[in-house]
């Protein structure tokens, strides 16, 4: 149990357009679900917490309108890098909560050329 | 503001022999949960194993065990048996409340044939 679903797995776009990226708790319901950034050889950055039915929580630093997340069922979970540009390039995952412990996506690896 | 601290970059092991990763916290907290997090070279995040801050008896799944010691704020990983399968960055994460997963910066472990 606890699978989460990301798609796609590898995303490659030009500069200046969006991107969607999709997050799935495939066996279970999940009310939270958060969004992180990993650059290579580095630790998860959480970029914001997702919430369905209401709005996502972002962390500072992180730009709303450029990361735009919907939490639209209790099942799925999206972000759209909006404007892609090449420094938004990097590996992102989704995570999503059963009680207390957090199951991850396989990530999606975004290069924007 | 809790923190988490790996102080092994990275680490190696002949096959077989057993491993242990350190892991340090702070915390004002006193109840909270641990966890061990695996990422192999696909990237794909899986949860090792989660100890509750109030439960004494140390945490098992298989080969991989914990010595959760409270009062010195520490949470190591024992790898018994290690096996090539095991070669993967290694994350400690802290949880408390309804906050945010605080991650560790990780230890790169690597299972010699």
């Known amino acids: 149990g606890a699978v989460v679903s990301q798609h796609p797995s590898w995303v490659i776009c030009k500069s200046g357009t969006s991107v969607k990226i999709e997050c799935r708790s495939l066996d279970f319901q999940a009310t939270t679900m958060f969004w992180y950034r990993q650059f290579p050889k580095q630790s998860l950055m959480l970029m914001a917490t997702?919430?369905?039915?209401?709005?996502?929580?972002?962390e500072q630093g992180v730009e709303k309108d450029k990361f735009l997340i919907n939490h639209a069922s209790l099942t799925l979970s999206t972000l759209t890098v909006t404007s892609a540009h090449p420094e938004d390039s990097s590996f992102y995952i989704c995570?999503?909560?059963?009680?207390?412990?957090?199951?991850f996506g396989p990530g999606t690896r975004l290069t924007v050329l | 503001a809790q923190t988490v601290t790996q102080s092994q970059p990275e680490m190696s092991v002949q096959e077989a022999e057993t491993v242990t990763l350190s892991c340090t916290y702070d915390?004002?907290?006193?109840?909270?949960?641990l966890f061990w997090y695996k990422q192999p070279p696909s990237r794909q995040m899986i949860l090792v194993i989660r100890?509750?801050?109030?439960?004494?008896q140390n945490a098992t799944e298989n080969r991989f065990s914990v010595n959760f010691q409270k009062a010195a704020k520490s949470f190591s990983l024992k790898i018994s048996d290690s096996q090539l399968g095991d070669t993967a960055m290694y994350f400690c994460a802290f949880y408390f409340g309804n906050e945010k997963l605080t991650f560790g910066t990780g230890t790169r472990l690597t299972i010699i044939p």
């Open positions: 100890q509750e801050a109030y439960k004494q």
């Open positions: 995570s999503a909560k059963v009680q207390i412990t957090q199951y």
């Open positions: 915390t004002s907290e006193n109840n909270y949960y």
């Open positions: 997702s919430n369905e039915g209401s709005k996502a929580t972002y």
